[in-house]
Every structure is written in structure tokens, then in C-alpha cells.
């Protein structure tokens, strides 16, 4: 099969929408789940977060998707977190507008005025959470019988968090004849039956390699002092940079974060007990890099989708083994590299040793070393200059270049930057396997750091946009 949108049956308009925002090749995911879908297809999708699964069922749902009339959406995409949701539409906002479709979202935490306002106008495509959805269906705000297509999107989720039945109850208001697109990082238990129920004779897609989205991570288990947690979490972070850290309670989250302060790092948090409006000002912060750390509590696991995330730190142990792969799926997305940090308290060894044989780990409980993660972000050669501190030496700057294809080699920075400048050295940060880590460094002389990252806006390699910005 070819690896081309235009070759999946794609509109024009879409593949060119997704050419202009530098999306070109798919991933798996897409290439296996967009043409049988496109085809009328119920889809059974084992993937998960990360693998790029969004574009998988967006795609087809904006080329297939009726006209909505007043409060009848046509097509539902139901997802268990606000931030999830909220990511869902944003991301498929420009392609909605490229083929003349309307997209909205609702979700809770906010107040119901305007997401009233939205769907009285009429919207093709429907994003939404479960809870606030029967909440505008019982208040008579929407009708659901015109959906004859819906997404159920990390199925597994909605089961953790409890939705499943809320799930069942929105799915028999929408047409019987309805096309469902279920994806899910499992598809066993009741998952399972889900799709036995709500699906006819689905197309199974499942992407070898994407099974496990913390695979290609490199993991550590450091057994440290109580007194001492902060400390090393601090140390993470600047030795690090992007780092998400989970705690178990929304409290232990904001002094956390509080503490990091105190030690000289921008940390935002992102919790239950924060207002949408602040929890999307904190997840804009940390993807913006103005912010070093995210402090997040198990409710928001699932709802983060950052690029660039170097490393995930356990700071709270999970509380089982399904919940050590949500918290450190946040790194290693899409093929790329990333470490996980575990903080392992006396007595929490056994617990530990549990989440470790249910995944099929042997990794060691050991002292705290930065020294170890700083071999896991090994370098395709010799630099004498710390990487994640922005330089200007003479005319010389430093780029940091993101979201790079894992197969990305030296010589194709080099040849793609020397239309920008002139450029001194490459480097490609690779894992202890020798694989991508999804980032790298362009020393570049001939122009101000700012003119150098203006000409190379909207860059892509290997169909993937690059994200290019001054090292810090």
C-alpha cells in the first residue's frame, strides 16, 4: 500500500490542508485505519496515544461527515478527558475548514452559555465528553439521532474513569445504522464487549511496534530518601529539560511545583482542582517551554499531548502497572525516545517490583545518578558545550530542532539547514540504543538567532513539520 495520503482516496482539499501544516507521510496507524474506514468500515484500533491515531479517524470523519441541521450533528467524537477533547478539536479545526465542515467541542469545567450557543448553530462534527454530553441531552440542547458516525476514542480510558456506561447510553441514541470507530490502547475485557456490541464485523487494525508506548523509553528506578525527592526531581528537570512529573494527590502536585520554584524552575500544574482556563494556561506554558515542568495528577494522563517531552517522573510510584504506562506514555511518542523516572521510597519495593514483573521489567532499583540519564541521551558525536543552555558564540548560534523523524540523519540537517545560513555542526540525540530521540542542535552562523529561526518556520523532514527555535 502506499505510504501517501493522496493515495488513501483523500479529498484534494484535505491532503493539501495537511500538506500546508507540513504533514505529508503518515504513520502506521493511518495508513492501516484511514482506507477501510473511508470504505464504510467499522475499525477496531488497538493504539495508543502518541501513534497518531487523531488524523486516523479525522481524516475520515471530515470527508464522510454530513451537514448538520440546528442541534444534529452528524458525527460524535467521544473522549474521556476535557484536555483530550479539547486537543481532538484543535487539531482537526483547519482540515474541518479546508473541506467546509463544522467542528465543536464541549466539555465540563467551563460554563454551558457558550457550548449552547455553538451547538443551536449547528455542528457537523460533535467533540465531546460523556458527562457533559448527557448533561446538554438532558437538558434538550442537542438531538443525537442524525449521528450516523461515531468515534470512541481511548476506549480502555473511558473504562478506567468509569464512562463506559455513559458510552453505552450515547451510542443507542445515535442511528442504528451508524459507522463506529472504536480505538483503544487494549481491546480485551470490556472493551471487548463494547465492540461486540456497538460494532459491525469491524476491520481490526493493529500497528506492530506502537503496542507498548513507553517500549522505547529508557526507564530508571532510584530509591531515594522522602527528604530528598525534590531535590532529585530538580536535578531531573535541569539535566532533562521538558519533564512532566506525576503525583498521586492534586495537593501534593501544587507544593510540589511550589518547591520546584523555590529551586529556580518555572513548574505549572495541571489537576482536577484547576479551572479549564487554567489548566489549558499551563499546558500552553509547558509546550511553549516557558515552563521546564508540568506537575500532573493521573486525571490529567491521559488529557496531555506535548511534543518534545524528554523525560516522565514518577514522583508518587503508579498505583499499578496500567497507570505506570498512561503516566510514561507521556515520552517516547511516535517511535521517538524518551527516559522515565521512577522514585522509590523504603518500603515501596515490593510494590514496585510488582508494577515491574506485570510489565515484564528487570530493571534494578538503584541510587540516584543524572550521570545515567545523561548517557541516555547519547549523541551522535562529541559536543563541548552543554546542550540544553543557548549559546552565541561570535556569529555562531545554536538552533534546537523537534518533532524530527526517528530515521533522521545528520546529513539531511545539514543539507536542509544550509538554505538558511551557514551551518557548523549537527548533532542528533539518540537513546542508548542508538535510536532518535526526536531531536537535535544546529550550530549556524550568517544571521541574528531570530532571523535564522523566522526563515526556517514551517521547515518539515521526512513529512513531519519541524519545530525550530534558539537552544535553551
Known amino acids: 500500500m502506499s505510504n501517501s495520503f493522496a493515495h488513501f482516496g483523500l479529498t484534494t482539499s484535505l491532503t493539501d490542508a495537511l500538506a500546508r501544516g507540513g504533514v505529508t507521510e503518515p504513520f502506521p496507524i493511518q495508513t492501516e485505519a484511514i482506507p477501510p474506514a473511508l470504505e464504510g468500515s467499522d475499525i477496531q484500533g488497538k493504539a495508543p496515544t502518541g501513534s497518531g491515531k487523531t488524523l486516523a479517524f479525522g481524516l475520515p470523519v471530515l470527508q464522510l461527515v454530513g451537514r448538520a441541521k440546528g442541534s444534529r450533528p452528524r458525527a460524535l467524537i467521544l473522549a474521556p478527558t476535557r484536555e483530550l ?8 479545526r483547519p482540515l474541518a475548514k479546508a473541506v467546509g465542515k463544522t467542528i465543536t467541542v464541549v466539555y465540563g469545567g467551563v460554563g454551558y452559555g457558550p457550548q449552547k450557543m455553538a ?8 467533540v465531546a465528553t460523556p458527562g457533559r454530553l448527557e448533561d446538554l441531552i438532558d437538558q434538550r440542547v442537542l438531538d443525537l439521532r442524525a449521528v450516523d458516525l461515531v468515534v470512541v476514542d481511548e476506549a480502555d480510558r473511558m473504562a478506567d474513569m468509569g464512562f463506559l456506561p455513559a458510552v453505552r447510553r450515547i451510542l443507542r441514541q445515535t442511528s442504528s445504522d451508524r459507522q463506529t470507530l472504536l480505538f483503544s490502547a487494549t481491546l480485551d475485557g470490556e472493551i471487548a464487549v463494547l ?5 459491525v464485523d469491524p476491520v481490526r487494525v493493529e500497528v506492530p511496534g506502537f503496542e507498548d508506548s513507553s517500549a522505547d523509553a529508557v526507564h530508571h528506578f532510584w530509591r531515594v530518601d522522602h527528604a530528598d525527592r525534590v531535590a532529585h526531581v530538580a536535578d531531573v528537570v535541569r539535566a532533562s529539560g521538558k519533564t512532566i512529573v506525576f503525583t498521586r494527590t492534586r495537593h501534593g502536585a501544587d507544593r510540589l511545583a511550589k518547591q520546584l520554584g523555590n529551586e ?8 482536577g482542582g484547576r479551572s479549564q482556563s487554567q489548566r489549558e494556561r499551563a499546558l500552553r506554558e509547558f509546550s511553549k517551554g516557558r515552563a521546564s515542568a508540568l506537575i500532573a495528577t493521573d486525571v490529567a ?14 514522583f508518587d510510584v503508579a498505583g499499578d502497572a496500567k497507570d505506570y504506562k498512561h503516566r510514561s506514555g507521556r515520552t517516547a511518542r511516535a517511535g521517538a525516545g524518551g527516559t522515565v523516572v521512577t522514585m522509590v521510597l523504603r518500603g515501596q519495593e515490593r510494590e514496585v517490583s510488582r508494577i515491574q514483573r506485570e510489565l515484564g521489567m528487570e530493571t534494578v532499583i538503584g541510587r540516584p545518578s543524572v550521570e545515567e540519564l545523561t548517557e541516555s541521551h547519547v549523541a551522535t558525536k562529541p559536543v563541548d558545550r552543554p546542550m540544553t543552555n543557548a549559546r552565541e558564540l ?5 538552533l534546537y530542532v523537534g518533532n524530527l523523524p526517528w530515521s533522521a540523519q545528520e546529513h539531511e540537517l545539514q543539507s536542509l539547514f ?3 545560513g551557514n551551518v557548523g555542526s549537527v548533532t542528533l540525540v539518540n537513546d542508548r540504543r542508538g535510536r532518535s530521540k526526536g531531536y537535535g542542535f544546529v550550530e549556524m552562523s550568517g544571521a541574528s538567532v531570530g532571523v535564522l529561526v523566522d526563515r526556517a518556520r514551517g521547515v518539515s523532514l521526512g513529512g513531519r513539520k519541524l519545530q525550530v527555535r534558539p537552544a535553551n
Do not use: N, P
Request: proline share 0%.
Open 195 to 199: 465492540s461486540r456490541d456497538f460494532q
Open 264 to 271: 529556580g524552575l518555572a513548574a505549572v500544574t495541571m489537576h
Open 394 to 398: 561570535g556569529d555562531t548560534v545554536s
Open 301 to 314: 494522563a491521559r488529557g496531555i499531548h506535548v511534543d518534545d517531552v524528554a523525560t516522565v517522573v514518577h
Open 85 to 92: 477533547a479539547a486537543q481532538i478539536e484543535t487539531s482537526l
Open 418 to 420: 544550509s538554505a538558511y
Open 119 to 126: 451547538l443551536r448553530k449547528g455542528a457537523d462534527v460533535l
